[in-house]
């Protein structure tokens, strides 16, 4: 075996693992300085927050007298309050025993339940927070289409091109286009629009009206690809071009889309322009189930690419209430995309393979860094939202768990028995143990 050829197969793998660490500590950080702060400020003392677990490498005390550490192994993280056994929580006997009626208000176990249910809950909602504050950032970075549709820039493609940066369009084939806003009318007017090669444009270019001619409005233009998907399988890469399918010219978003739904798993011969030079790539289409507006899921062949229209539209900064309510909007629509899978999965709708584990977390990690860095700051925030939820599950050794036995706290005047509390304990572990073992075995045999 020539050994240069793991060279680059490590590089990926390296960069794939610096990826997933920094997007896991990133969101670790913030979820435990949600439990951090907010114990803080209800006067349950945290003793240790710690990046990472295992033998400690860096550590300082702060001047309220807390440790800050960063341990050996960078998956996951815990605040330590007063009283707490070890990272996990659990009740520290000989700590208890010492404590004054005072100091025992300083522990978790000690402190009011308000003051606790507030502590737990304050991770998940720690990372809700991240992911607005990511999504309202990248939203008013990028930007929103200004009105009327103009030309921001052009993309790569083959052939003649008459557009020019800065016309604006006042009309395709005839016909006004809807703004941007409208998925629903702007979705319409794409169908209706004729499924020519080249289509006239109506601009409006320095004041001047005029008609040129241009490549179909929705080309086969590659904006970005899915990660684990069989485009990057292939070497796909962003401003590519696919101008023939098993020999079949395709000048159009929907015939590439249609060819590949009609596919039935079989490979695809693809041929791609990059550059100016014509490369041979074949794929085989995977099954992807998708979210439908109905809240189902609809089982489709894709090959993992997103398009786009032939040029990059103006944009504007949007204000920051819009934007705010951008990034409110998208976390609650990953909520809700979250939980519609996962009831779908466990009642058999869909496939389990969707589950990933921490192979395809740390795989798609490193494909979405490689696309660009605000591709990898959002990712960032998808995963934090899911993180989040993921957290606030009715499972013990979740916080979810927690908030659930102090909901039962609430309601009978007393906590579990603490043998109620070790065997739940012991049987959401397992669970939280089986699932990830699941997980893994989907990145290690789902296709």
């Not at 493609?157 to 006042?170: F, M, N, R, S, Y």
């Not at 062949?301 to 951008?326: C, D, N």
């Not at 993921?390 to 579990?416: C, K, M, Q, T, W």
Request: one cysteine or more; glycine letters at 12%.
């Amino acid at each position: 075996m020539d050994m240069t050829t793991l060279i680059p197969q490590f590089g990926g793998m390296l960069w794939t693992l610096i990826a997933f660490v920094v997007a896991l500590s990133v969101i670790v950080t913030i979820h435990e300085y949600g439990h951090y702060i907010v114990g803080k400020k209800t006067g349950i003392y945290p003793e240790v927050f710690s990046l990472g677990f295992g033998p400690v490498l860096w550590s300082k005390h702060d001047s309220y007298g807390t440790k800050w550490q960063i341990a050996a192994l960078p998956f996951g993280g815990y605040v330590k309050f007063r009283g707490d056994a070890n990272a996990s929580g659990g009740r520290d006997e000989d700590v208890y025993k010492s404590l004054d009626k005072e100091a025992l208000r300083s522990t978790m176990e000690g402190a009011p339940l308000w003051a606790r249910t507030a502590t737990v809950a304050a991770g998940p909602l720690f990372n809700f927070a991240l992911s607005i504050v990511i999504f309202t950032g990248v939203i008013m970075f990028r930007g929103v289409v200004a009105e009327p549709l103009t030309v921001g820039d052009l993309r790569p493609l083959p052939g003649a091109q008459e557009l020019q940066v800065g016309d604006q369009i006042t009309g395709i084939a005839g016909k006004a286009p809807p703004g941007f806003d409208d998925p629903v009318a702007y979705e319409a007017f794409m169908k209706s629009l004729p499924k020519q090669a080249v289509l006239d444009y109506s601009v409006l270019r320095d004041g001047t009206e005029m008609t040129v001619s241009g490549p179909y409005v929705y080309p086969p233009f590659v904006t970005q690809i899915a990660p684990r998907s069989a485009a990057g399988d292939a070497g796909m890469k962003q401003g590519d071009v696919i101008i023939s399918i098993d020999q079949e010219p395709v000048f159009a978003f929907d015939q590439l889309k249609d060819k590949v739904e009609s596919s039935d798993g079989a490979t695809l011969a693809l041929e791609v322009w990059r550059d100016g030079q014509i490369l041979e790539l074949d794929l085989t289409p995977r099954r992807v189930d998708e979210p439908q507006p109905d809240g189902g899921f609809a089982t489709y062949y894709r090959i993992g690419i997103v398009g786009g229209i032939l040029f990059e539209p103006a944009t504007v900064t949007p204000g920051f209430t819009e934007a705010l309510w951008g990034g409110v909007k998208q976390v609650w629509r990953i909520i809700q995309g979250s939980i519609s899978g996962i009831w779908h999965m466990a009642t058999g709708a869909i496939s389990t393979c969707n589950l990933s584990g921490p192979l395809g977390i740390a795989e798609t990690s490193g494909d979405m860094a490689s696309q660009g860095t605000s591709n990898f700051i959002w990712f960032i925030a998808v995963l934090s939202t899911a993180i989040g939820l993921l957290n606030l599950f009715p499972i013990p050794v979740l916080d979810g768990g927690h908030l659930v036995f102090y909901a039962y706290e609430a309601v009978s005047g007393r906590p579990p028995s603490d043998t109620a509390l070790k065997v739940l304990m012991t049987m959401g572990l397992t669970v939280v143990l089986a699932l990830m073992i699941f997980g893994l075995g989907n990145d290690l045999f789902c296709n």
